[in-house]
């Protein structure tokens, strides 16, 4: 939807406290949708302040709002500094697995944004350790403009799994173990052929950080993530499930399709 053609519309909208949940007919009307929003916000944050900061999610269920955004036209990339949300400790540089890898590739070398911060390889917990403190540096020298999510099978927000997340925590990147259901969904994608393969520690961008973000586009396709979407929308705000938080949030937008939604 880049060729000036009208944006899809949803099928349903829905309010959840001040949550705007938006429904689409598929995955690619969806992802379409996100990215016009996502490229407004970007556009808004130049207009004000010259320059934009956003952070993005990394995984199949990005797929088609990466692609949608990467052929927008009429971007200022080059004004535009870029983060990820989170990356597996002891994976090596090139592995295609690294969400650094998975950005570069579907976003970041197509649209050349003028700064790329990526988390760097870390094959030891007290290099990981070190790298949260280089990413957190990098993380405060500025607000989020932008924050780009998705929502994980046991409903995590980035690698903040219900055991680690803390709604107040006081790290702005930290370092954490990866919960079980968490890294059986990597192998679900076809990102891992097993769950052994699977790193068992991560970097991630705290909740905190995530939801400092002026504006929040979650985008959550396909049926694997109902579970975790209805959680998120009729439960308690609590780390039980990390992506209830987004409710508590003044700017932002769910973006589901059917089978995630469940109605």
């Known amino acids: 939807m880049t060729d000036g053609s009208a944006l899809p519309a949803p099928v349903q909208t829905v309010q959840v406290d001040q949550l705007a949940v938006r429904v689409f007919s598929d995955r690619a009307n969806l992802g379409a949708a996100a990215a016009a929003e996502v490229a407004a916000a970007m556009n808004a944050a130049l207009t004000e302040r010259g320059h934009a900061r956003m952070a993005f999610a990394a995984a199949p269920s990005q797929e088609e709002f990466l692609a949608s955004l990467a052929t927008t036209p009429g971007l200022d990339w080059s004004r535009v500094t870029v983060f990820q949300l989170d990356d597996y400790v002891g994976l090596p540089e090139a592995s295609p697995q690294r969400f650094g890898q998975f950005l570069r590739s579907r976003l970041f070398d197509r649209v050349g944004p003028g700064t790329v911060h990526l988390i760097g390889a870390m094959p030891t917990a007290h290099e990981a350790l070190a790298e949260c403190q280089r990413y957190s540096a990098l993380i405060d020298a500025a607000p989020l403009d932008v924050v780009c999510l998705g929502i994980g099978e046991n409903g995590h927000l980035a690698f903040n799994d219900p055991p680690v997340a803390d709604f107040t925590d006081p790290e702005r990147v930290k370092l954490v173990e990866l919960d079980e259901s968490c890294r059986r969904q990597q192998v679900n994608d076809g990102c891992f052929p097993a769950i052994e393969?699977?790193?068992?520690?991560?970097?991630?961008?705290?909740?905190?950080?995530?939801?400092?973000?002026?504006?929040?586009?979650?985008?959550?396709?396909?049926?694997?993530?109902?579970?975790?979407?209805?959680?998120a929308l009729t439960g308690p705000v609590e780390t039980t499930c990390p992506a209830s938080i987004l409710r508590t949030h003044p700017a932002c937008t769910l973006y589901l399709d059917p089978q995630s939604y469940g109605g």
């Not at 970097?203 to 995530?210: H, K, R």
Request: some cysteine.
């Open 197 to 231: 393969q699977v790193p068992t520690h991560a970097i991630t961008l705290t909740i905190p950080t995530l939801v400092s973000g002026r504006r929040l586009v979650c985008v959550v396709p396909g049926q694997a993530k109902r579970a975790a979407v209805h959680r």
